[in-house]
Each structure stands twice: as C-alpha cells, then as structure tokens.
C-alpha cells in the first residue's frame, strides 16, 4: 500500500474491505492542499486546511457522510471530552478518526523526524479502559497503546480536528461519478512545484532559510504517489495490461517526480552552506525538470482518462481535457 495522505487512508480503510474500488477517491491527492506561510515555510498542515470538499465527494462516490465531530469553537479539553465518549460509545460500524502530534508517541514508526507531526489515525477501546487501539493506514500500523499517552499526542497545540462516519452500506460509484470526480480534480498548475520554486526564489539572497523553509516538502512529494492509483485503476477498466502495458514506465516516472523533490531539498542545503551559484542554478534546472515530468503525467493520465470516458459512452467536446483547461485553471 502506497503511503499518500493521512485522512483518506483511513476513509478509504472501510471501502478496501467492501465490494467498491478504493483508488478513484485518489484523484486528486497529487494536487491537495498545503500551506505556504507569508515567511514562504512550506508545510503539509496548517489550521486554515479544509477537507470539506474533499469529503463531499466521498459521500458521492461511495454513499457515505462523513461528520465532523470536533469543534474547532470549542476547547481542547471539551473536544477530548467528545473523543472519549465517542471511542467509549461507539458501535462496530463506526469508525472514529483523530488528528493527533505522532511525534509525542516516539514508539510509533516516524520516518519523517520532525518535532511536531499532525496525523490521522482511527482509534477504538478495549477490553482494558486503559488501553485504546490504533489503526494507522497511512503508515500501516495497528496496535495497542496507552490511552492517556494518545491523549496527550492529541492535546499537542499543534493538532486540531477530528471526523466519524459509519460504513453499514458501501455504493460502488458508477463511471459517471467518477468522471466527474477526476474533472472536478484535474489541475493544469503544479501548485508544489510552483511553491518550491517561490521559496527558492525567496531565499536566494539569503539561503540560510532554505533547509527550514523546504524541511517538509517530502511529507508534501508524497501525495504525488496518489497518480500511481490513479493509472492502475484507469489502466484496468480499459482492459490495459499492468505487466505489459507501459503501466511501470509512468510509475517509473511518478517515483523520479518523488523522489526528485529530495534531491532538490538537499541541493537547497548545499546552496544554503556554500552559497555557489552552481548549485542555485541546479536547483533551478531541476524545478523545471520537475514541472515538465507532471505535466508529462498529467497528460499522459488524461489521455487515459478520456479513453475511460469513451468506453463507458460518457463524450465530451473532441480536445481533450488538459487542452481545454486554461492556464489559470485550479480545479482542486
């Protein structure tokens, strides 16, 4: 399993064990928010980060609501007096998920190192109070912690925010919906490209900012890993061979896109110590390489995608979708 984001691993935990296909829910992930601060500090969370729409389409696709049960209006305190009662009281359908600082539970696998990690993770009781159950998708964890421990990672200042929904009924979504989920989500823009070479551009003068300001970019790169599921399932449902199909080659090209998000932040912490213009330029080349490798992806997705539009009768007008959106188009 791809890790990709938090909180649609753990709603797409409860389709993967129904009859419904996962992957179309996500479209979309490549492109999904972050926040770029006014001091130009790239982060994978902020508290202005909404997912309203993201769960709307969840309830589209496969006829399930999603609540949000923590109020941001209310306390930390009355907020885990909810969490308590809802993990206390909640039926075998239910499925309780809550944002919490992963690094205040320094046993639990963070591969990431940072001080302060907003995670999703969905938790249940036990037979002992004591003790509550994690279930991590994301990072495919499951097991037993102490309650006051996940508690404490929950009041963190740093993390807010929390849902719930019941899973009796799972629809699997017809080809229209998913259509139209994959058009309401298509982005002719590189948002994380484009912010990375904002602060880059930022910090040129004074680079010293730079190891900071990139510091989480490959939380962020990671979404991009959302495109592998995306041509998985578009390859299948037009009869495309994973094996002898060129499948991999645009995996190959989605893990390069990755992984090359690192390879710009550490050439950032070059700049950063030695200052050489050498290495501003290279990772100036390297953006650009970047910006044209999505595009590529993109393209290539799209192409895919209107072959699945033609096979399932659902027509549009003949240019293809990612000629049709303009340069200002963010359909996220």
């Given amino acids: 399993m791809i890790k990709v984001h938090c909180l649609v691993s753990c709603v797409c935990e409860t389709i993967k064990r129904s009859d419904a296909d996962h992957r179309p829910y996500y479209f979309g992930v490549w492109d999904s928010s972050f926040s770029l601060s006014a001091d130009y500090v790239l982060s994978h969370h902020d508290e202005t980060i909404n997912h309203q729409e993201m769960l709307v389409w969840y309830e589209r696709l496969y006829g399930i609501p999603v609540e949000e049960w923590y109020d941001h209006k209310q306390s930390k305190e009355e907020n885990i007096t909810q969490l308590i009662q809802r993990i206390e009281q909640k039926n075998m359908d239910e499925s309780v998920i809550v944002m919490l600082d992963l690094a205040s539970l320094p046993e639990r696998e963070n591969k990431f190192h940072h001080d302060v990690f907003p995670h999703y993770v969905m938790l249940e009781a036990t037979e002992d109070p004591e003790i509550w159950h994690m279930l991590d998708p994301d990072f495919r964890y499951e097991g037993e ?188």
């Fill in 145 to 332: 912690l102490e309650r006051e421990r996940i508690l404490a990672a929950v009041r963190h200042r740093a993390v807010a925010g929390g849902f719930a929904f019941r899973s009796t009924d799972v629809r699997i979504p017809n080809a229209t919906t998913v259509s139209a989920y994959f058009m309401s989500c298509i982005n002719v823009q590189h948002p994380l490209t484009e912010a990375v070479k904002r602060v880059v551009h930022h910090y040129r003068e004074q680079p010293e900012g730079l190891p900071n300001a990139l510091k989480q970019l490959p939380v962020i790169a990671i979404r991009k890993y959302a495109y592998e599921h995306a041509f998985a399932y578009l390859y299948e449902a037009i009869g495309r061979d994973l094996q002898t199909s060129d499948f991999e080659e645009w995996t190959d090209e989605v893990e390069t896109l990755v992984n090359q998000y690192s390879v710009i932040q550490h050439r950032a912490v070059k700049y950063a110590v030695t200052r050489q213009p050498e290495v501003y330029l290279e990772i100036e080349r390297l953006i650009e390489e970047q910006w044209a490798r999505e595009s590529a992806i993109k393209r290539q997705l799209v192409d895919t995608f209107h072959a699945y539009q033609r096979q399932e009768g659902i027509e549009h007008e003949t240019r293809t979708l990612y000629d049709q959106l303009s340069a200002s188009s963010a359909f996220i």
